[in-house]
């Protein structure tokens, strides 16, 4: 196994320097710790409709694996996620070392995360939906062809339309004629006509029509209707936009949570190797006693006891450590087990004061951003309500399409005077929504501040926590060495060394959670700020790094 101990402070390379002297025998039973890489393809989950992105993406594949300095020419392709085992259509296969720095790993997880690519998708579709709206006031030119087949077959009842006509001959001949000397009777004309008209008719027609047409309709007022709607749409992409920022910052927050606690977790169960492999020793040195008759069956049943329990730890550790580099696996997605690089640090220098921190945030947070899309959501509800009985005006005409064709056009108005929405009830629950919208500004504000303050405090603790316990790792170290000493020579007991080695382990675990502690604070505070990769600017300049057991 093999660490890093350049940047170790004096002390404690003595102690990391003892304790590698002493662990060369367990490498079969840890945590795997070969410094190779294996590249793996993984799912890389792209917006196939940006051609830009893919080929910055493919660059990055490039740069991450080490293995091609040219630009891969890879096609579009249905790949399956080694998590969930579900296809995923227009994705690019990743290479991924099994090797990985935490930038390395902040680049990957960029590209693999299904729920950045799903506030993609979201942020996409609003920004296709406004642009969709930005044309509704252009003028809409429509054409019309038909073409139409018919046939007609009914009976008519000409009964009434008959007698009808037979009374109005009737008294037509009536009137016509003047008054003369009695002459003989004249033919009823009424009757002579309605023999000749049939009481029904059965009419049977069929044929064929056709028709085309061109029209035009264009709303060339609309009393500020459309430009609201396309002002709620652009808004609602504000928001879309803050809310994939948001989740964004949290993955990155989460990435660093899984990282620096898997490189904690192996620490750890390289610790509890090296006090397993230091009692190994003492247990050895206290059958060589017994048998001379130096201690006591007791004091040797101690030590086969304090044996037994150090390799529990070391196994329980080991699993600790397979557990925390799996839910790193799980964030990477993939098939592999991810060897953390970059260890944990501490600076022992001072933060800025808070009142930087705190202007970041008020300036940077995303939760900002999706209140000030949410006032602008209720401003243009607003200013649609506000529209309620203002007239549409639009230009229309239609034209057929025919040798003598048929046309017509002209302008239209049109007015709400009463029903549909209340415009009082509209426009007093659009300021409500303002009001809502500045009130949530101040809470958010308010609560970022507080945030803001607890996190810086927490790094400054955990920094001064940090620098405290070096005097206990040094002095259980020295505690240490004197009892292995003592030991050799009968002055102390096989328990005496066991006790100082549980006092080293303890001293050293501790020092590493704090720098953990620190890590993690201080990305909590790059979160609620809003800037979360400003963390790598404090890891980069960091003057204290912990060891770290895969190193590039």
């Known amino acids: 196994m093999k660490f890093s101990l350049s940047t170790l402070s004096a002390a404690m390379m003595m102690v990391t320097l003892i304790s590698l002297a002493t662990s060369v025998s367990a490498q079969e039973n840890n945590i795997e710790r070969r410094d190779d890489t294996m590249s793996v393809a993984v799912t890389q989950i792209i917006d196939a409709d940006n051609q830009s992105d893919a080929e910055e993406k493919r660059a990055v594949i490039a740069n991450t694996t080490k ?3 040219e630009e891969q020419a890879i096609g579009l392709t249905t790949l399956i996620d080694p998590i969930t085992h579900k296809s995923v259509d227009n994705s690019y296969p990743l290479e991924v070392s099994s090797l990985l720095s935490l930038e390395q790993a902040q680049n990957i997880l960029l590209q693999v995360s299904p729920k950045i690519a799903a506030n993609q998708a979201a942020i996409a579709a609003s920004e296709y939906q406004t642009e ?3 044309t509704i006031d252009n003028p809409l030119v429509f054409a019309r062809v038909s073409a139409n087949a018919y046939n007609l077959d009914t009976d008519l009842d000409l009964s009434t339309l008959k007698n009808g006509i037979i009374n109005d001959v009737n008294n037509g001949v009536d009137n016509g004629i003047p008054p003369i000397p ?7 004309f009424g009757e002579l006509v309605g023999e000749r008209i049939p009481d029904s008719y059965n009419l049977r027609r069929s044929g064929s029509t056709t ?3 061109l029209g035009v309709v264009w709303p060339i007022y609309t009393a500020g209707r459309s430009t609201a709607l396309t002002g709620v749409s652009n808004a609602r992409t504000q928001e879309a936009v803050a809310d994939s920022i948001l989740d964004k910052n949290e993955l990155y927050n989460t990435l660093i949570e899984r990282y620096f606690k898997a490189q904690l977790a192996i620490i750890a169960a390289y610790l509890r190797e090296d006090a397993y492999d230091t009692l190994q020793q003492t247990d050895h040195m206290a059958q060589r006693l017994f048998e001379e008759g130096f201690i006591s069956r007791v004091d040797r049943l101690e030590a086969q006891s304090a044996l037994a329990d150090a390799k529990s730890e070391s196994v329980n550790a080991n699993n600790d ?4 580099m799996m839910a790193l696996q799980r964030l990477l997605r993939t098939e592999y087990r991810i060897k953390p690089s970059t260890p944990l640090f501490v600076s022992s220098r001072p933060l800025p004061d808070v009142n930087y921190f705190q202007d970041l945030a008020l300036t940077n947070h995303p939760g900002l951003q999706k209140v000030a899309a949410k006032r602008a959501q209720a401003e243009q509800l607003h200013a649609l309500s506000d529209t309620g009985y203002k007239p549409t005006v639009m230009l229309y005409g239609y034209g057929q399409v025919e040798k003598d064709p048929s046309w017509v056009a002209g302008v239209s108005a049109s007015w ?5 929405l209340d415009k009082t009830a509209s426009l007093a629950s659009s300021n409500a929504k303002i009001r809502q919208a500045d009130l949530s500004e101040i809470e958010v504000s308010d609560n970022l501040l507080l945030l803001v303050e607890k996190n810086w405090h927490d790094v400054n603790n955990a920094q001064s926590r940090y620098q405290a316990l070096q005097s206990n790792v040094d002095l259980a170290a020295e505690v240490l060495r004197l009892r292995q000493l003592g030991l050799q020579e009968g002055v102390n007991t096989p ?10 382990l303890k001293a050293r675990t501790e020092q590493a959670q704090a720098a953990n502690s620190y890590v993690q604070s201080l990305a909590a505070l790059m979160q609620s700020c809003g800037t979360p ?3 790598n600017a404090y890891l980069n300049g960091a003057d204290i790094r912990l060891p770290t057991l895969y190193t590039e």
């Not at 328990?495 to 080293?504: C, G, K, L, R, Y």
């Open 67 to 69: 293995q091609n300095n």
């Open 132 to 134: 969709a709206l930005k």
């Open 182 to 188: 009695p002459l003989p009777d004249l033919p009823n």
């Open 211 to 213: 028709g085309a047409g």
């Open 321 to 324: 450590a397979r557990l925390a």
């Open 416 to 420: 709400k005077l009463w029903g549909g």
């Open 495 to 504: 328990i005496d060394v066991v006790q100082a080695q549980t006092q080293s």
């Open 533 to 535: 990769l400003a963390f």
